[in-house]
Every structure is written in C-alpha cells, then in structure tokens.
C-alpha cells in the first residue's frame, strides 16, 4: 500500500466516525433516553396504584 493510499484510507475513517455521530443523532438518541427512563420509572407506580402489584412482581420474577 502506498503512501497516498494510507492516507486516504485514515481520512475516510475520520470522516465516517464525524458523518456517524451527528448532534441531531445525539438528539434523538437523549429523547428517546428520557422517553424509555420515564416509562420504566412510571411501569411499576401505575401497576401498583391500580392493583397490578401481583403483575409486576411475576414480571420481575422472570
């Protein structure tokens, strides 16, 4: 492999992390974040509130 050919290869590597995480990505990937902690927090205060208690333990159990 050539010199020029080294180069380019790392430059497209560099250029293929930059273009992967993109802040509208990192966005998207927090909403979903606080969308998916919000429901796994909420789960189990509606499942007992409203006698599902027995439900989430069996759930918990496997």
């Known amino acids: 492999m050539s010199q020029q050919q080294a180069e380019s290869s790392v430059t497209n590597k560099k250029k293929g992390k930059s273009e992967r995480f993109t802040s509208s990505g990192f966005i998207l990937a927090a909403i979903g974040d606080s969308v998916g902690l919000g429901n ?22 496997v």
């Open 40 to 61: 796994m927090w909420k789960f189990p205060y509606i499942t007992g509130k409203h006698g599902g208690a027995a439900f989430f333990w069996c759930l918990l159990s």
